[in-house]
């Protein structure tokens, strides 16, 4: 405010230096700083949570900048306030006030006093069942990469049984050094009236500056950016409209920036986020930055001002694309004529929008015209990228300016995926190691980070993931230059058999996919007739009644199989036969084929169970159950179910050699259960 003097010099600090809590002015002041900006919050009690910002070193650039008010209120913050709108009622965030500013609106109760929580300030404020916690703390602007901005935030929590409509609105009461009626500056916009932007109008970030030849202080509000929450609606209106009304008013669309009732200029901007039901026990944060601009500065009788985010991200699939802003003084005696302003872009970059040369006419002298153009990244080239923009006229000297951004390289996953070369046979017939382990280690070799990093592991045929384990596998983000292991347990199935290829690809937002694949050699495995279980244990009786035993005869792998026919014994003291069930190897689409023969049971033997697929395609499978014996115990004791005689024919009508595993049955007595 142009009405009140201006804060003190308060001096710079070294960088890296974070200010204690201070007892500044009258002691209702609480500050953090570092080297570039000082933030200060009103103790209170009356208007506690109230803040301000100023600078300390500014921009390092540049001296005139040292020490100057960007926010009013440095001694006493009073003149910014936040307004939280509860189910349509306006309250005010901290406490209470008998001054000018948000003297209309009801308070909350200040629940917890402005503090210093690490390097940042915390006050809280209770509005019925609301709790809305205000954060005041350094944050990196995206025109500058350094942390001169004030991150300004507020965490609202329902604590009530109801859902509650909740709002916000933030005012600053911006100033710029001893200037409080410099223009506000969005996209191709000189804001010199009361201007009010909405939805999409909402720029990526707003600038203010007195002269480009010489300012004093460059100040920039940033809206969207990876963090904050863009506001519904921005305002810019003189500092008395706002400071009277606490949320919505008749908008004095065109007036200028004269403070509302009196004769001085005061520019003032308002963020509001619209209500919007909060749930009870739900969180919802708002997030904004105000601080240092980033304006790259050629002063000439053309004084020139260029300004970009200082780092932006290259996406595969993704042509998101950025503001570019370029300022044009005459800041000569004398008109300029014929005036052309030119972006410049180098390999890498390209325009979105706009063209490339804008013919400006006539610029009188003190004018400021601006330019905006929307750049994206191409991925042709990356890393540290200079973009220029040159004036010039008839009768006066050219100018150039440049501008260095960084273009980050998307994520590049890279995959080392290790597995067995091949897998033995033991001479027990099996595969070892038999489940295997394939491990995939995903690299991070680009500039951003990987979010929602997918691993999936594919398998051929023959190969299958052990039961409860799943291909996919997912991570939050891959950091640059990190990796992170993947692992999955395998099984060779015995059929096919050969060089089985897996892969592995791995995806992130942002990213190319990546492949890895590698061969397993899985050894030709000899058939085998398997007695399941090769290993059991019964009781003589259950619930009163003689024990049934299922026992299967498979073949596996069922490589080219055709039929069978085999014959089995056992100890009839112990078991005893009640009938044959046929497996699927003789069932084809739910239908059952012939020829097929239970056998012939006799005492303590079946003979010639099996039959042919005669009427089915030949079986290729890694397991197949041929049939199932049923039993009855009779008596205690041991007994092999073991394979008397077997006969098994392939596809092309030859028998097939194969080997045996018979099972072993113990039948225990009742009181050993």
């Avoid at 405010?1 to 960088?15: E, R």
């Avoid at 996209?187 to 990526?204: H, I, K, L, Q, Y």
């Avoid at 240092?292 to 699939?317: C, I, N, R």
């Avoid at 996953?413 to 067995?420: K, M, S, Y």
Wanted: glycine share 10%.
């Amino acid at each position: 405010m142009a009405a009140i003097a201006a804060a003190a010099a308060t001096p710079w600090l070294p960088p890296g230096a974070l200010a204690a809590e201070k007892q500044e002015g009258d002691g209702r002041v609480v500050a953090v700083s570092n080297e570039f900006i000082r933030i200060r919050v009103n103790r209170g009690p009356e208007e506690a949570g109230r803040f301000a910002v100023d600078t300390t070193g500014g921009d390092p650039s540049r001296s005139a900048d040292d020490n100057k008010v960007l926010i009013y209120g440095s001694r006493d913050p009073w003149t910014s306030y936040t307004t939280v709108l509860v189910d349509g009622e306006p309250f005010l965030f901290g406490g209470a006030t008998a001054r000018r500013a948000g003297q209309k609106a009801r308070v909350g109760m200040v629940t917890s006093p402005p503090r210093i929580v690490g390097d940042a300030i915390s006050c809280t404020t209770t509005i019925g069942g609301l709790e809305v916690v205000q954060e005041l703390g350094f944050a990196r602007s995206p025109t500058t990469r350094v942390k001169d901005a004030a991150r300004i935030s507020y965490r609202i929590t329902n604590h009530n049984t109801r859902p509650v409509s909740v709002g916000l609105r933030v005012m600053l009461d911006t100033m710029l050094g001893t200037n409080d009626g410099a223009p506000l500056r969005a996209g191709e916009r000189a804001v010199s009236t009361a201007t009010r932007m909405v939805g999409d109008e909402v720029p990526e970030y707003w600038q203010a500056f007195d002269s480009l030849a010489n300012p004093s202080v460059i100040s920039q509000g940033t809206l969207r950016a990876a963090g904050l929450t863009p506001p519904d609606r921005l305002e810019m209106v003189d500092w008395g409209t706002l400071a009277d009304q606490p949320w919505d008013f008749p908008f004095p669309t065109g007036a200028d920036f004269t403070r509302h009732g009196e004769e001085e200029q005061d520019t003032a901007v308002a963020l509001y986020w619209n209500p919007v039901a909060l749930a009870p026990g739900e969180t919802r944060t708002y997030a904004t930055l105000y601080g240092v601009g980033g304006v790259s500065l050629s002063p000439a009788a053309l004084s020139l001002g260029l300004t970009a985010p200082a780092e932006v991200d290259y996406q595969y699939g993704d042509t998101r694309a950025f503001s570019v802003i370029a300022y044009v003084e005459n800041s000569g005696g004398f008109e300029s004529r014929g005036t052309v302003c030119r972006l410049e872009l180098p390999r890498g970059l390209a325009l979105g929008e706009g063209r490339p040369e804008t013919d400006l006419g006539r610029l009188a002298p003190g004018e400021t015209r601006q330019l905006s153009w929307k750049v994206r990244p191409t991925g042709e080239d990356t890393g540290a990228l200079k973009i220029a923009a040159s004036v010039v006229s008839e009768n006066l000297e050219p100018n150039r300016v440049e501008r260095e951004v960084i273009v980050n390289s998307p994520p590049r996953l890279a995959i080392v995926l290790t597995a067995p070369d091949k897998l033995s046979v033991t001479p027990q017939n099996r595969y070892s190691p038999n489940p295997f382990e394939v491990k995939a280690v995903v690299n991070n070799a680009g500039a951003q980070a990987g979010r929602n990093l997918v691993v999936t592991l594919t398998l051929p045929d023959g190969l299958r993931l052990v039961e409860g384990q799943t291909p996919t596998r997912v991570a939050e983000r891959l950091d640059p230059g990190n990796t992170q292991s993947f692992s999955w347990q395998v099984v060779a199935l015995g059929m096919p058999t050969g060089k089985l290829t897996l892969s592995v690809t791995a995806s992130a937002a942002g990213a190319e996919e990546a492949r890895a694949s590698r061969s397993v050699q899985v050894p030709w495995l000899t058939p085998e007739l398997r007695v399941y279980p090769a290993e059991q244990r019964v009781p003589a009786e259950t619930d009163g009644q003689p024990t049934l035993v299922p026992i299967a005869v498979k073949l596996a792998p069922a490589r080219e199989f055709f039929g069978a026919r085999i014959s089995l014994r056992w100890d009839p003291t112990v078991l005893d036969l009640l009938y044959v069930s046929r497996g699927e190897a003789f069932v084809h689409e739910g239908r059952l084929l012939s020829p097929w023969s239970g056998g012939r049971a006799g005492h303590g033997q079946v003979v010639g169970v099996g039959g042919e697929r005669s009427e089915a395609p030949v079986l290729n499978s890694p397991e197949a159950t041929l049939f199932t014996l049923v039993f009855v115990v009779k008596g205690q004791g041991d007994t092999v179910v073991e394979i008397s005689e077997s006969s098994l024919v392939g596809g092309n009508g030859q028998q097939v050699e194969h080997k045996i595993m018979n099972g072993r049955l113990s039948v225990a007595a009742m009181e050993e259960q």
